[in-house]
């Protein structure tokens, strides 16, 4: 019995990951996008899956911030405004029915078992980012310390 329990949970967390949505542009099941905003200010989204937490989604959105900083020429930016949206849905389980009649006294008896019905969420990160020179960054990061370097963030993603 114990052996099952820990094959099973192995079994769910193998799936789990395995089917998290990958680091990808938007598709049918999850990824990233992106919208200018203005000249230096884009906003990013990662849409993920069933099997994708809150904390990949915002990993995923910041490293496209810092991808789109390095394509247009920047070195560093600084996120704005983020927000995190859980959508979830339910699936519809199953139930089962048997029972007998006695004979003699004519009591019913009846067990009804349910099966399934799941819960999934689908997690939404989006983050408004403005794209910094090496200089401006210096500039706020005395500031307040929220600036990102878009290579070494990208350097230690190992995702």
Same mark, same amino acid.
């Given at each position: 019995?114990?052996?099952?329990?820990?094959?099973?949970?192995?079994?769910?967390?193998?799936?789990?990951?395995?089917?998290?949505?990958?680091?990808?542009?938007?598709?049918?099941?999850?990824?990233?996008?992106?919208?200018?905003?203005?000249?230096?200010?884009?906003?990013?989204?990662?849409?993920?899956?069933?099997?994708?937490?809150?904390?990949?989604?915002?990993?995923?959105?910041?490293?496209?911030?810092?991808?789109? !900083?390095?394509?247009? +020429?920047? &070195?560093?930016?600084?996120? @704005?405004?983020? *927000?995190?949206?859980?959508?979830?849905? #339910? $699936?519809?389980?199953?139930?089962?029915?048997?029972?007998?009649?006695?004979?003699?006294?004519?009591?019913?008896?009846?067990?009804? !078992?349910?099966?399934? +019905?799941? &819960?999934?969420?689908?997690? @939404?990160?989006? *983050?408004?980012?403005?794209?910094?020179? #090496? $200089?401006?960054?210096?500039?706020?990061?005395?500031?307040?310390?929220?600036?990102?370097?878009?290579?070494?963030?990208?350097?230690?993603?190992?995702?």
């Amino acid at each position: 019995m114990f052996m099952y329990k820990i094959c099973s949970i192995l079994t769910i967390l193998i799936i789990t990951t395995s089917c998290a949505t990958s680091y990808k542009e938007d598709g049918l099941t999850g990824g990233y996008s992106q919208v200018q905003i203005n000249e230096n200010t884009w906003q990013v989204s990662f849409r993920g899956n069933g099997y994708t937490s809150q904390t990949r989604a915002q990993r995923f959105a910041m490293r496209r911030a810092a991808e789109i !900083t390095i394509e247009q +020429g920047f &070195t560093h930016f600084i996120i @704005t405004q983020s *927000s995190s949206q859980i959508s979830t849905m #339910e $699936t519809q389980g199953n139930s089962s029915t048997s029972g007998y009649v006695d004979q003699d006294s004519g009591y019913f008896n009846a067990n009804t !078992t349910n099966y399934g +019905g799941m &819960t999934f969420s689908f997690p @939404t990160e989006n *983050s408004y980012f403005v794209l910094l020179k #090496e $200089t401006e960054a210096k500039e706020i990061g005395s500031l307040n310390g929220l600036v990102y370097n878009a290579e070494l963030y990208i350097s230690q993603f190992s995702d």
